[in-house]
């Protein structure tokens, strides 16, 4: 090796950083064909100077790392929120998540099934539940009188999955075990191809002693299936059409070796779910429960990406998360009842109110969705306890519905997609909803109104509608204001890649949804009152 004498001078004051010599690709120094000087002597004779590396020596190159900025602290709303999807996987979890919030902030369960009429008073804070996947809560103003109506905001809290058929089980494909699922509201698409899925849910169990039933929720603590895409190496299989009923099926292990696994046990003979699904299931799921196999009676059981959310972009200016839609708004909305909460029940004259249903992504037909009936039901029997005689068309047109479902923020790599001046961005504001043709219910006289609310409290508002040639998506806001008749707007906290597995919208969007929604529980009521004023008799 030659060291160049032009670079390396040969005078004892020399020092010299052989580091600017290197050649990044190979890590080695860089000579001339005329340099004459020996390395081995030039090194000898300036001690000050570093010699490189051997050659046949591993260089580590320098490994620069960067934390978490320590001016962009994640929001305590986003946090939690993070942490809510995380650990309430399903639509169970997340309404007794719900349950569990409002009990400890003061509120007071009340069952469906018993009456009403005894139990509730003035500056009382409420709750109820159905099939415990849709919840309503309300808070009572120490001055309502009959006939005032309610504020109120709805949200639903399902979302897409993949749910386990009755008859899971599935014939044994070259070694694979393989769980027999349905798409819910189209789900199991490309996006859930290749991601690491968890189980979870509620299930139904009996007591062998006492013969109690009673439900269990399930959230199994790591991913157990997966849909394999098939390598882009095969060909034209590799790029579909997919068979949603042939080609989606969810791995969940390899057949044991000892094919005694696939038996029953003698404790495990009359079990309910035996036959049905994979018995190595069953015993997974009754081992997580601590209870026997035959003590499963039934379940409802889903699959969920288990990547948990995170905070992301160079500033951390996104959240990555899923299940976004549109347990976002319902996070908002609870959290800004919460909030609002102490003072109203001192103070106010009406009701504040928060309704989270399921089922809104299939259409909301069933029970437990917005068309059950659940929202009607619970205003209804507090006019009669407390109403003194008012009735609900007359508590209906004095109320006001937010209908809060998440909207789409624009996405720059299909600008084509949005109409001008309709393109809600991130960390910005909540986004109201429009449409034409009645999918969503905002018009002219609820949007002033909210606008109004939105002044008060500082808060900024984006708008949002489809174009022509494309279709609007809907909500539970024209299902609930035209079964009540009640004024409504329909609005929600922007998103990108809605449907998606996993979804993006703002780091400080959770934040900004509670603060609009505390702004509304807390002022509806006084702008509700300008709005009377100026209204023709």
């Given at each position: 090796m030659r060291v160049p004498t032009s670079v390396y001078p040969q005078t004892a004051?020399?020092?010299?950083?052989?580091?600017?010599?290197?050649?990044?690709?190979?890590?080695?120094?860089?000579?001339?064909?005329?340099?004459?000087?020996?390395?081995?002597?030039?090194?000898?004779?300036?001690?000050?100077?570093?010699?490189?590396?051997?050659?046949?020596?591993?260089?580590?190159?320098?490994?620069?790392?960067?934390?978490?900025?320590?001016?962009?602290?994640?929001?305590?709303?986003?946090?939690?929120?993070?942490?809510?999807?995380?650990?309430?996987?399903?639509?169970?979890?997340?309404?007794?998540?719900?349950?569990?919030?409002?009990?400890?902030?003061?509120?007071?369960?009340?069952?469906?099934?018993?009456?009403?009429?005894?139990?509730?008073?003035?500056?009382?804070?409420?709750?109820?539940?159905?099939?415990?996947?849709?919840?309503?809560?309300?808070?009572?103003?120490?001055?309502?009188?009959?006939?005032?109506?309610?504020?109120?905001?709805?949200?639903?809290?399902?979302?897409?999955?993949?749910?386990?058929?009755?008859?899971?089980?599935?014939?044994?494909?070259?070694?694979?075990?393989?769980l027999g699922t349905a798409p819910y509201a189209g789900a199991m698409s490309m996006t859930w191809w290749d991601r690491d899925l968890g189980l979870g849910g509620r299930v139904v169990v009996k007591d062998e002693k006492s013969g109690i039933i009673q439900t269990k929720l399930i959230h199994l603590p790591y991913p157990v299936a997966r849909i394999p895409t098939l390598a882009p190496h095969f060909g034209a299989a590799a790029n579909g059409p997919f068979n949603p009923e042939t080609n989606t099926t969810p791995i969940i292990a390899l057949e044991p070796n000892d094919p005694a696994e696939n038996e029953l046990r003698p404790d495990e003979v009359g079990a309910p779910l035996a036959g049905r699904h994979n018995i190595r299931l069953l015993r997974v799921i009754a081992k997580e429960l601590g209870v026997p196999v035959k003590s499963l009676l039934n379940f409802d059981l889903e699959l969920f990406d288990t990547q948990k959310g995170t905070v992301g972009g160079l500033e951390q200016d996104f959240l990555f998360c899923p299940r976004i839609d549109d347990k976002i708004c319902a996070f908002a909305a609870v959290n800004g009842l919460l909030n609002s909460c102490e003072e109203y029940a001192v103070t106010g004259s009406s009701m504040n109110v928060v309704a989270l249903f399921d089922d809104e992504e299939i259409g909301s037909l069933l029970r437990q969705g917005a068309r059950g009936g659940l929202l009607e039901g619970s205003l209804t029997r507090v006019v009669d306890a407390l109403g003194n005689g008012a009735t609900m068309q007359q508590t209906y047109a004095n109320s006001f519905l937010v209908s809060a479902d998440v909207i789409h923020a624009v996405n720059p790599n299909f600008m084509n997609a949005y109409m001008q001046y309709h393109m809600p961005r991130l960390n910005v504001g909540v986004t109201v909803s429009c449409d034409p043709n009645g999918h969503m219910t905002t018009d002219a006289e609820s949007l002033a109104f909210l606008e109004e609310v939105a002044r008060r409290t500082n808060n900024t508002l984006q708008y949002f509608q489809i174009r022509n040639d494309s279709r609007s998506g809907g909500t539970v806001g024209p299902m609930l204001s035209s079964s009540m008749g009640c004024r409504s707007i329909d609005m929600g906290i922007p998103q990108l890649a809605m449907h998606s597995i996993r979804a993006c919208t703002g780091s400080r969007d959770v934040a900004l949804g509670v603060k609009l929604f505390q702004g509304f529980y807390e002022e509806w009521e006084d702008v509700d009152y300008y709005v009377r004023s100026g209204e023709k008799m």
């Open positions: 004051s020399a020092s010299v950083e052989v580091n600017n010599l290197v050649n990044p690709a190979a890590h080695i120094p860089v000579f001339s064909q005329q340099d004459q000087v020996s390395a081995r002597d030039f090194f000898a004779s300036n001690v000050n100077v570093t010699p490189p590396p051997a050659s046949d020596h591993f260089v580590h190159s320098e490994r620069v790392t960067r934390s978490v900025p320590k001016t962009k602290v994640v929001d305590p709303y986003t946090q939690a929120f993070i942490d809510f999807i995380y650990e309430n996987p399903t639509t169970f979890h997340a309404a007794e998540y719900f349950a569990d919030e409002l009990t400890k902030a003061g509120f007071t369960y009340i069952s469906e099934r018993v009456s009403w009429k005894n139990k509730l008073t003035r500056g009382g804070k409420y709750f109820t539940t159905r099939n415990g996947s849709s919840l309503v809560a309300f808070v009572i103003g120490a001055n309502y009188i009959g006939g005032n109506g309610a504020g109120m905001i709805a949200c639903h809290i399902d979302a897409l999955t993949a749910k386990v058929k009755p008859i899971s089980k599935k014939p044994v494909v070259e070694g694979y075990t393989q």
